[in-house]
């Protein structure tokens, strides 16, 4: 089991960014393939951006070219550099680990999550 804590969240203004970063404890952090979901008040949790543990991306549509995951296995932690934020991105931002994934979009293969990070975003 992986321990994981977001941090970076905000109250940020339309075609802001943010850099979101997620910290993991208790686990060897290399071998766990890694991604970022949000949920929304009455959403389902949708997947944001994922990165393997060998560091292939893969992002959802809705985020492609403004959101970049990365990864410094040094340091353990994950980060989620956020461009050209819109309101529609306003979510509380989670954290999620696990190795051996098969579906990385699906949030049901990932049994370590963080508590999450809010992100607001103005019109």
Excluded at 45 to 63: L, P, Q
Aim: charged content about 20%; some cysteine; glycine content about 10%.
């Amino acid at each position: 089991q992986v321990q994981l804590v977001e941090s970076g969240g905000g109250l940020v203004q339309a075609g802001d960014s943010l850099r979101l970063s997620c910290a993991a404890s208790g686990g060897t952090f290399s071998i766990y393939d890694l991604a970022w979901f949000r949920q929304a008040p009455g959403k389902e949790r949708e997947f944001v951006a994922a990165i393997s543990w060998s560091g292939g991306t893969t992002y959802a549509d809705s985020v492609k070219d403004r959101f970049t995951i990365s990864r410094d296995n040094a340091k353990n932690a994950v980060h989620l550099g956020m461009n050209s934020l819109q309101p529609e991105d306003t979510a509380l931002y989670y954290c999620a680990a696990q190795r051996g994934t098969r579906r990385r979009e699906s949030p049901q293969e990932y049994t370590n999550w963080g508590q999450g990070t809010q992100v607001t975003v103005s019109s």
